[in-house]
């Protein structure tokens, strides 16, 4: 009988903690499919898109002191290790940016906070026009101001500014440079510096237009005005004779 009783408590116990999980399930379903989740999400984006930018900005201030602390991190030691970090945003923010920074675009790596940005709104339910012309827009100029930055590194081993190339833009110029070589990287550089912010963004650099204009119009009235002095002065020869 006790036996009985003990295998009935048992069955008993492993049904509600077997309807409790399910209970929890449902609440978590329930509570990803429900209109708020998009809105809670977009407000931790936003804070976390704030708290980022804060710690980019003082990465470049407190470089010189986070930065072989930084490098040496690892997960457990966010969480138990003793450095002195002096980053705004502790040791967590200082990780971050080191990544961000350091391992992909440098100073470019600010796009990251900027589509985390657009991100949130977007779900937020804030109307932003152009939305993915955005986005494409970021992510080109992303990768052109680290270029830009790894292009004096590598060309003029300016090694101070790594941290403002990072990877992608040091990497990208290295392979340039030994294609073909420093004068044609400055070139590729300087291309794409025009032709981007007429793709993306419509300019249509009007007063080039117009100093060719302006010069070349300057140079007819100085050959207009040579042609006639040189006439008058043919027809008072020709009066004279």
């Given at each position: ?117 657009l991100f949130s709104l977007r779900l937020l339910k804030v109307q ?91 140079k007819e009235e100085q050959e207009d005005e040579e042609e006639i ?13």
């Amino acid at each position: 009988m006790a036996k009985q009783k003990s295998k009935k408590t048992r069955s008993k116990l492993k049904k509600d903690t077997l309807k409790q999980e399910e209970n929890v399930f449902t609440m978590v379903k329930q509570g990803l499919k429900s209109p708020q989740m998009p809105l809670v999400v977009g407000v931790f984006l936003f804070l976390f898109a704030v708290f980022c930018l804060i710690s980019f900005i003082s990465f470049f201030i407190t470089t010189a002191i986070d930065y072989d602390s930084v490098k040496n991190l690892c997960a457990t030691d966010l969480i138990t290790g003793e450095q002195n970090i002096g980053n705004w945003g502790g040791k967590l923010g200082a990780y971050i940016s080191y990544l961000c920074i350091t391992h992909t675009f440098g100073i470019g790596a600010f796009g990251f906070i900027l589509l985390l940005i657009l991100f949130s709104l977007r779900l937020l339910k804030v109307q932003i026009p152009l939305f993915s012309k955005w986005i494409v827009a970021t992510i080109v100029i992303m990768l052109w101001a680290s270029s830009v930055m790894g292009f004096i590194v590598v060309v003029f081993e300016a090694e101070v500014l790594e941290n403002f190339a990072g990877i992608v833009g040091i990497s990208v110029n290295q392979a340039l440079k030994s294609l073909i070589g420093n004068i044609g990287c400055g070139f590729v550089l300087l291309a794409f510096t025009i032709t981007i912010p007429m793709i993306l963004f419509g300019v249509k650099y009007l007063w080039v237009r117009n100093a060719v204009k302006s010069i070349t119009q300057h140079k007819e009235e100085q050959e207009d005005e040579e042609e006639i002095s040189d006439n008058e002065s043919n027809k008072k020869e020709d009066n004279k004779e």
